[in-house]
């Protein structure tokens, strides 16, 4: 999703060295240690510096190079015509920030290729300055007729997650899953009070998707456009916001999400009416949904506890448990594309044995009659349909509370037959596609 404006704006900025210095450093952080994205930009000293611009420049030019990497490291060899990566890795990741502005944003080449070659010598390599000239300079001229012939979905999925999504799938699904990861998303938007949606959508010139979340096209500070700051509306993909939804009437319950922060579950169950008990291992991100929480003013509604919800116990039996368990965020690349560089395997076994540990918790603090919503944002099977037959099975008490057509108006095509939800990328993608998930509701006795 193109933003010409913002990339103009950059272009001629005083501070557009500083904000490819910036951006080389995120990438290095992103890839060299496997740091995500939003954690990376948040540990930045430099980046609050940029103006508002440059700082939203800085993030899309770091995003695309990690959505766009295997594409940009095939071009790279093509353009060198050698087998090895550049060397040093910050020659290399040059090299990538380059490309990515030369073929997939708004960026003149003459700009690209000018400030990639002062970057070099900034990070100390003058002596490659003339190698990284004539490698750009050789993408500008020839790099748009080799990027028509790339197989873009391959090239930019790692090999193991396309043979697990082909393996869950099928060979078609898999691939049009990984064209649709390769999208940008949109901004979506959750309303305190659903009843103003109309006036809502007209201020923040918004279009009203069929599961009642806003959409608007990504791009602007969210914190400037109307009714942020009055805590009317906070930033949640629609995939996400449906988990919360689930439990039918929420007055006077009480309702543990684990795994709470940011908290954006949170604040919807609050805003349904629900007393919410809101846990997270992490005391940061517990201090973050605090301060979330506070702008929506739904505070007197939230608890929160920084503690492991593998092992936290409630003082008393509750009503319902929201468990948005950690997974490897598959479904998410279009948001989050570092996932596609950060997860592994190995990551997926660890993730699924912890998210067994996590149902097992969740489901002894539930009262008899007592609803479980279990979801996470992975595309895999095994931490979804996989990890919900497997604990039925060991556990006779809890049966599925079959998910309806009724229950998600929009998003029907994403139903199971076993009654679960399997949101895939693609969906709704006449509205611009949603996050993958995968959503299963659970009852006791």
């Known amino acids: 999703m193109h933003q010409p404006d913002l990339y103009a704006e950059a272009q001629i900025s005083p501070d557009i060295l500083q904000s490819r210095k910036v951006a080389?450093?995120?990438?290095?952080?992103?890839?060299?240690?496997?740091?995500?994205?939003?954690?990376?930009?948040?540990?930045?000293?430099?980046?609050p510096n940029l103006p508002v611009r440059d700082r939203a420049f800085v993030r899309m030019l770091v995003a695309t190079t990690?959505?766009?990497?295997?594409?940009?490291?095939?071009?790279?060899?093509?353009?060198?015509?050698?087998?090895?990566?550049?060397?040093p890795p910050v020659l290399h990741h040059i090299l990538r920030l380059g490309i990515a502005q030369i073929l997939f944003m708004n960026v003149p080449d003459h700009a690209a290729v000018d400030t990639a070659v002062r970057l070099a010598e900034t990070a100390g390599l003058s002596r490659q300055k003339g190698?990284?000239?004539?490698?750009?300079?050789?993408?500008?001229?020839?790099?748009?007729?080799?990027?028509?012939?790339?197989?873009?979905?391959?090239?930019?999925?790692?090999?193991?997650?396309?043979?697990?999504?082909?393996?869950?799938?099928?060979?078609k699904t898999a691939a049009d899953m990984a064209q649709a990861s390769l999208s940008e998303a949109p901004l979506d938007i959750t309303l305190k009070d659903p009843a103003h949606t109309l006036h809502w959508s007209g201020m923040l010139e918004a279009s009203v998707l069929p599961t009642g979340s806003l959409r608007r096209a990504a791009g602007g500070n969210v914190q400037e456009l109307p009714g942020y700051h009055d805590g009317m509306w906070w930033i949640q993909d629609a995939a996400a916001a449906i988990p919360a939804k689930l439990f039918g009437p929420l007055q006077g319950k009480t309702v543990v999400d684990l795994c709470a922060a940011p908290g954006g579950k949170s604040a919807q169950l609050a805003a349904g009416g629900a007393s919410v008990i809101a846990l997270d291992r992490s005391a940061r991100r517990i201090q973050r949904l605090e301060e979330n929480i506070r702008r929506l003013r739904l505070d007197k509604n939230v608890t929160t506890e920084a503690a492991d919800a593998a092992v936290w116990k409630p003082k008393i039996w509750v009503d319902a448990v929201l468990l948005d368990a950690p997974c490897s965020a598959t479904g998410t690349i279009r948001r989050h594309p570092d996932v596609l560089h950060a997860k592994t395997p190995e990551d997926v076994e660890?993730?699924?044995?912890?998210?067994?540990?996590?149902?097992?918790?969740?489901?002894?603090?539930?009262?008899?009659?007592g609803i479980l919503v279990y979801c996470t944002c992975s595309l895999q099977k095994a931490e979804g349909e996989a990890q919900i037959e497997s604990f039925l099975h060991h556990h006779p008490e809890m049966k599925r509370l079959p998910?309806?057509?009724?229950?998600?108006?929009?998003v029907e095509e994403s139903l199971t037959a076993e009654g679960d939800l399997r949101i895939l990328p693609m969906h709704l993608a006449a509205h611009g596609g949603m996050d993958g998930f995968y959503i299963a509701r659970l009852v006791k006795g």
């Open 24 to 47: 080389l450093a995120l990438l290095e952080v992103v890839l060299g240690r496997r740091m995500p994205l939003d954690q990376a930009l948040d540990e930045n000293r430099d980046l």
């Open 350 to 369: 660890r993730l699924t044995e912890l998210q067994a540990r996590l149902l097992e918790n969740a489901a002894s603090m539930l009262e008899t009659s």
């Open 131 to 171: 190698f990284v000239n004539a490698v750009l300079r050789r993408i500008t001229r020839e790099g748009r007729d080799w990027l028509a012939k790339q197989d873009d979905a391959r090239l930019n999925l790692p090999e193991w997650l396309m043979s697990v999504w082909i393996a869950d799938y099928g060979l």
């Open 403 to 410: 998910i309806t057509a009724e229950d998600v108006p929009g």
């Open 66 to 87: 990690l959505r766009r990497l295997g594409q940009i490291d095939a071009l790279i060899r093509q353009a060198t015509d050698r087998g090895e990566p550049p060397s």
